[in-house]
T-cell receptor, first 112, second 116 residues
Framework: QQQVKQSPQSLIVQKGGISIINCAYENTAFDYFPWYQQFPGKGPALLIAIRPDVSEKKEGRFTISFNKSAKQFSLHIMDSQPGDSATYFCAASYLTGNQFYFGTGTSLTVIP | EAQVTQNPRYLITVTGKKLTVTCSQNMNHEYMSWYRQDPGLGLRQIYYSMNVEVTDKGDVPEGYKVSRKEKRNFPLILESPSPNQTSLYFC???????????????FGNGTRLTVT
């Protein structure tokens, strides 16, 4: 059973546009929600993360929006750039543990 | 440099020929894990280890074995590979406890396995 559901599977955005990737989870005990970015030939690397006690976290052009009541969170990439073209994974875990549950990934292509 | 190192990066083999993918980390992490990445399925956990001599199954353990004899190494063993194990494999490590803001999970650069 997929603990974290992610959409869309692929996304094409024009340079300068906004990229939005959505995730949903079921287990309300999760208390840490990271996003990982993966470039071809590389392993995933932490991009940004949020805890459920805040509704939004922003780091540069990347923002996580978190809706605890709906059990949903999303990644927004503002002013998308060709260098942002990568695969993005959302995940959920417990702060006190080491198990991470990943979404199915979104392949983002930013067209110049 | 802190890193997780996997070898080999690419491997082509035939059905039934035993193989081992090595994983080593130099961060003294207690937790290590193996994932496979397949299109449309994302990252699925194969096995994980909370510490030396402690291993447990993830979501897709069938056809795989692991061992954790030393803290730094966590090899993935396919005793009789089959074509459905053709995939991109990632090893990852994490400290026992970590602080939000630091990356909790460090990944290697992957091993692309093809079984014919």
């Amino acid at each position: 059973q997929q603990q974290v559901k992610q959409s869309p599977q692929s996304l094409i955005v024009q340079k300068g546009g906004i990229s939005i990737i959505n995730c949903a989870y079921e287990n309300t005990a999760f208390d840490y929600f990271p996003w990982y970015q993966q470039f071809p030939g590389k392993g995933p690397a932490l991009l940004i993360a949020i805890r459920p006690d805040v509704s939004e976290k922003k780091e540069g052009r990347f923002t996580i929006s978190f809706n605890k009541s709906a059990k949903q969170f999303s990644l927004h990439i503002m002013d998308s750039q060709p260098g942002d073209s990568a695969t993005y994974f959302c995940a959920a875990s417990y702060l006190t543990g080491n198990q991470f549950y990943f979404g199915t990934g979104t392949s983002l292509t930013v067209i110049p | 440099e802190a890193q997780v190192t996997q070898n080999p990066r690419y491997l082509i083999t035939v059905t039934g020929k035993k193989l081992t993918v090595t994983c080593s980390q130099n961060m003294n992490h207690e937790y290590m894990s193996w994932y496979r990445q397949d299109p449309g399925l994302g990252l699925r956990q194969i096995y994980y280890s909370m510490n030396v001599e402690v291993t447990d199954k993830g979501d897709v353990p069938e056809g795989y074995k692991v061992s954790r004899k030393e803290k730094r190494n966590f090899p993935l063993i396919l005793e009789s590979p089959s074509p459905n194990q053709t995939s991109l494999y990632f090893c990852a490590s994490s400290p026992r406890s970590w602080v939000p803001g630091n990356s909790p999970l460090h990944f290697g650069n992957g091993t692309r396995l093809t079984v014919t």
